[in-house]
């Protein structure tokens, strides 16, 4: 959990300063878009900072978190995606920069997330196994 609440933060760096970008090639429809999408996209950091929170707390009570883990895990790795793809879109080719290339935004963190972005539905599980967890030991349906 602790790799997507600090992508997050990251993530969160980088779209402060498109937002600005933004209003710099006022375009008035791309910034509407945008504004939506980083409201759409800072509401679910919010609420999977909420599940982790939720996960922690019973961790540290010595409670074992199995579909609430699971429930976390899999709510938090779709914004996580959705926030790196936003940000490929906006920079467009000089996001595909590494930190090696002085030109890079943001010191190449932008390529760096966004190129780990298909691993965070992978660590801790896949999406379909920890669905299944969900159903059989969160919701009681027959596995």
């Known amino acids: 959990m602790r790799v997507i609440v600090s992508n997050i933060s ?7 300063a498109l937002c600005a970008r933004a209003l710099y090639l006022r375009l008035l429809s791309f910034r509407i878009r945008l504004r939506e999408k ?3 996209l800072e509401i679910a950091a919010r609420a999977g900072r909420g599940l982790i929170y939720r996960v922690a707390e019973m961790l540290s009570t010595g409670r074992v978190p ?19 793809d936003l940000v490929a879109q906006v920079l467009g080719d000089a996001g595909a920069l590494d930190a090696s290339d002085p030109r890079a935004p943001f010191a190449g963190r932008a390529a760096r997330t966004f190129l ?5 539905t ?4 896949t999406n379909n196994i ?3 967890i969900i159903a059989t030991r969160g919701l009681g349906l027959p596995g």
Do not use: D, W
């Open 66 to 84: 199995n579909h609430e883990a699971a429930i976390a895990k899999t709510f938090c790795t779709s914004p996580e995606q959705r926030m790196t």
């Open 38 to 40: 980083i409201a759409e």
């Open 122 to 125: 992978i660590q801790g599980g």
């Open 116 to 120: 780990y972005a298909a691993a965070y």
């Open 10 to 16: 990251v993530i969160y760096v980088v779209l402060s």
């Open 130 to 132: 920890l669905r299944n």
